[in-house]
């Protein structure tokens, strides 16, 4: 933009004239926030949220690997009443204006509605409680008390939600104008929503959109369709294209095939291909050369007649080493992440106040305006506080009531600290888009599992990071939203007001998912689909935070100590070494998970990178905008077939044919 500053006005050259007016008519066209709240939009955030929370459960209970899926939620919010007022004018039947403030209320929604599902527990420090989990790690395990099991049960489940989600929501709302206007935290998540959102709700932007939904629809039914089809040939153990030996059958024994996921294919396609290179590396390190060689120290490192599956045999230097690997890059990113914003928050204390009022008068317009929206329909402070308080003594009356183990006062301690840690959360999130709420979570379970002891050790530790892990991460999530409404000029009340509702409805529909798939399929057997890793991992870290060193099996602690040394130099050597080679440094974090699930679905996640990579030399221009759509299609399109597949389980109708491969000989 071309300015030239005279006596405090600002001259405006060009076409930029335009772009002032189309922003001051936008500002003055802002609906007000009971508005932006619609009955169509709480029943599109309703039905976005049940097919998003269907999918991420199916993928936290086959890899625990979940790629970030707001915007393909915006997309969606688009999509849905777009084609609904469409839909309407075509039967002569008046429709509101779709505002992108409502595209942004029902995103926030249906985000908060999903990410109980993604957050809960239900494949993770939840299931980890479960009796199959107790038995997977050996009822003689030392640590692994008798009795210390809870089996899944819907009215515990969503009590327990209900009981320790809503703190997160008010934990930071005291404080949203200090990190979305004061600091300006960039929060990259919430400020690419914004992007699209605003590009969805131009005229430019109207006619990328209808293509994008054409091509969303597109891949949403081709999907369906071939995932109805595979069921066909599934009807058995180890049958169907799911175990199709693509790489040969000597491979697809080591887990190395394409298994024809649509959902792991569209993951990969939004996932960077740094994520997907990781996840294959890590693959061939584990499946193509740790796993062989240690097997042959059967009877060596391990005795001969212990089964495969028992922490004391191959499975324990499977859940072990991927525990080492999490824990030293959650360990760097964590002190990295307190560094930046240790060091982001001096500078921004000591900055000149003059400084902060010239910026402040040089805005524009519409920034101005923006942060006018921002700050005038804010919650009270009182009321935020309050609700805090009265929020965390019914939990900490509550939890105690479900979970004997874990007394109520490390409930209250939680509660007084977690503010603090909402905030140091909030704020790394801002600035590296990294949201470190599990690896508070990680914290939380080993110190109580330290402090409860033997008997109460397990259950404390993993209600404990469950309860920790809730609340930082909601109020990381809150603020990103709150970047978006402030990008999109969407009212900061209506936002927290959707992300309540959202939250409420996730409490119910993500147990209610769980259950759907806990029943109709063998969740937890570590040869099927449903593996739910990190059940396994989280309660082998209670137990490590409850008995030390001493259930590792042999020589397993000297391997530990190396990955972990690798987790954490191998982000050392990203952050310092040149970005043309940096880049190229697997992510430890993804490099952990098919250490314990298996290589097929990086093959699948990195043939996503590939189709991006070819469409991107063949057509540069329109692979940016339609990646999404496509991605989302192909996810959503599978993620719809789940259902019916649950359905036909439950009802004891099986495939009617069982596709396998034998070798010829």
């Keep these: 933009m071309g300015t030239n500053e005279n006596e405090g006005m600002i001259e405006i050259e060009g076409e930029d004239v335009e772009e002032l007016r189309n922003e001051e008519d936008e500002v003055r066209r802002i609906p007000p926030w009971t508005k932006q709240i619609t009955i169509r939009g709480i029943v599109a955030s309703l039905m976005i949220g049940i097919i998003y929370s269907i999918i991420v459960m199916k993928l936290n209970l086959t890899t625990g690997l979940v790629p970030n899926l707001n915007v393909s939620a915006a997309f969606l919010a688009f999509v849905f009443v777009r084609t609904w007022t469409k839909l309407l004018q075509k039967a002569n039947v008046g429709a509101d204006p779709f505002t992108k403030q409502e595209n942004t209320i029902i995103q926030t929604c249906a985000v908060a509605c999903y990410s109980i599902a993604v957050g809960g527990g239900f494949g993770s420090y939840l299931l980890g409680l479960n009796k199959r989990t107790y038995e997977q790690v050996g009822v003689d395990t030392e640590g692994n008390s008798p009795g210390s099991y809870k089996e899944p049960g819907l009215d515990w489940m969503i009590g327990f939600l209900f009981v320790v989600s809503f703190v997160g929501l008010l934990a930071l709302v005291p404080l949203r104008k200090i990190m979305i206007i004061d600091y300006n935290l960039p929060y990259p998540s919430g400020t690419a929503t914004a992007v699209l959102i605003n590009g969805f709700h131009t005229r430019k932007g109207d006619e990328k959109a209808k293509e994008q939904v054409r091509g969303f629809m597109k891949f949403l039914s081709l999907s369906f369709i071939w995932s109805f089809f595979q069921w066909f040939f599934a009807g058995g153990e180890q049958c169907g294209f799911i175990n199709f030996p693509t790489l040969g059958l000597e491979a697809w024994k080591e887990t190395f095939y394409f298994d024809f996921s649509m959902t792991y294919v569209g993951a990969g396609m939004i996932c960077s291909h740094t994520v997907n290179l990781s996840l294959l590396f890590g693959a061939v ?321 990195c043939v996503g990178s590939l189709v991006v990579f070819v469409w991107g030399k063949v057509n540069r221009r329109k692979v940016n905008s339609m990646v999404p759509a496509v991605a989302s299609g192909l996810i959503s399109g599978d993620g719809l077939w789940i259902l019916p597949s649950s359905i036909l389980a439950l009802a004891k109708i099986n495939p009617p044919i069982c596709m396998g491969f034998l070798p010829s000989r």
Excluded at 300 to 308: G, H, S, T, V
Excluded at 323 to 331: C, N, Q, R
Excluded at 407 to 424: D, N
Excluded at 462 to 481: E, N, T, Y
């Design 285 to 605: 390190l584990s499946w193509g050369v740790m796993w062989p060689l240690i097997s042959e120290k059967k009877g060596d490192w391990f005795p001969q007649n212990l089964k495969e599956s028992s922490m004391k045999s191959l499975n324990g230097y499977k859940v072990f080493i991927s525990i080492s690997l999490i824990l030293g890059d959650g360990l760097y990113n964590f002190i990295k992440t307190l560094f930046i914003t240790t060091k982001s928050m001096y500078t921004t204390f000591n900055v000149d106040h003059l400084k902060s009022v010239s910026d402040h008068k040089n805005q524009s317009v519409y920034t101005r305006k923006r942060n006018e929206v921002f700050t005038r329909e804010g919650i009270p402070l009182w009321m935020a506080c309050v609700g805090y308080i009265v929020f965390s003594v019914i939990s900490i009356i509550v939890i105690p009531l479900m979970f004997p183990q874990l007394k109520w006062y490390y409930v209250l301690v939680a509660y007084a600290l977690a503010p603090s840690l909402s905030f140091c959360n909030a704020y790394g999130a801002g600035l590296t888009d990294m949201n470190m709420a599990y690896n508070y979570g990680k914290v939380a379970l080993f110190v109580l599992a330290a402090l409860s002891g033997k008997n109460n050790g397990v259950v404390a530790g993993l209600i404990g990071c469950g309860l920790i892990k809730s609340i930082v991460s909601i109020s990381s999530d809150l603020m990103h939203d709150f970047k978006t409404g402030h990008l999109t000029l969407t009212s900061p009340r209506s936002m927290l007001i959707s992300q309540g509702i959202g939250t409420a409805i996730g409490c119910i529909v993500a147990p209610f998912t769980f259950f759907i798939l806990y029943k109709a399929f063998d969740v937890g057997n570590p040869d099927g689909e449903y593996k739910a890793p990190y059940a396994i991992i989280y309660r082998n870290m209670a137990i490590l935070g409850v008995e030390g060193f001493s259930a590792l099996p042999h020589h397993c602690l000297q391997m530990c100590y190396g990955f972990f040394s690798l987790a954490f130099l191998a982000n050392l050597l990203r952050d310092v070494a040149p970005e043309r080679f940096g880049k190229w440094v697997p992510l430890p974090m993804a490099m952990a998970v098919p250490f314990l699930v298996g290589a097929y679905f990086a093959i699948d996640m």
